[in-house]
């Protein structure tokens, strides 16, 4: 490791951006933030020369390209370790960890962002069957949270933990597109619990200014 800071690629607005910087806050880890804008298109470039697919987050230390929300936090934990620890010492608590990381990305923020994402297709172009599938998943998936979330205070048990982390960003815009029912109290109570953890009260405040960007039009709350 050399004595340059770290190097985060990313958008405010991103949701897994977000994934990121809440474990950055968490412990106060120091790193220079590159935005990734059309007004910065040197950052831009440096980003696709890091990573060929573009996609966001990327973080880059001491010349070694760190990819994907969740290694990103791993990598953190394994190597500029803080107070909060990510993901568990214990192996059986750290597979209870990922799985409900895997959880959070494949079964909300994947539908969350197909919903998304059919509000940026041309006309004419929309994919109405699978948006009602992805709402169909977004229902069983906050269905099976209301019960797994009855005895947690945060996702994975009692520490906040990458599972929390990409929790937060998935519930914060799947709750926007597909609201979660008022019957749902465990998933709407865990929700707000996120929001209140300064960590990501400081992501979802760093990304007020761009929520005019947010394609089916952001709801004046939270
Ligand atoms: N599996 C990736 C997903 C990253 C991702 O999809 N990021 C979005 C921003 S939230 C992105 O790069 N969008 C640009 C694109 O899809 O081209 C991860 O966990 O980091």
Known sequence: MNGNPMKLYAHPFSSYCQKVLIALYENDTPFDYLMLSPDHPEVMAEHEALWPLKRFPVLLDAGRTVIEASIVIEYLDLHHPGPVRMVPEDPEAALEVRTMDRIFDNYVMTPMQKIVGDHIRPAGNRDEHGVVEARRLLDTTYAWLEGTLRSRRWAAGEAFTLADCA????????????????????????????????????????????????????PARD
């Not at 519930?171 to 979660?180: C, E, K, N, Q, S």
């Open 167 to 218: 929790a937060a960003p998935a519930l914060f815009y799947a709750d926007w597109v597909h609201p979660i029912s008022d019957e749902l109290a465990n998933v709407k109570t865990y929700r707000e619990r996120l929001l209140a953890r300064p960590s990501f009260a400081r992501a979802v405040d760093e990304a007020r200014p761009y929520r005019a960007l947010f394609p089916p039009g952001a």
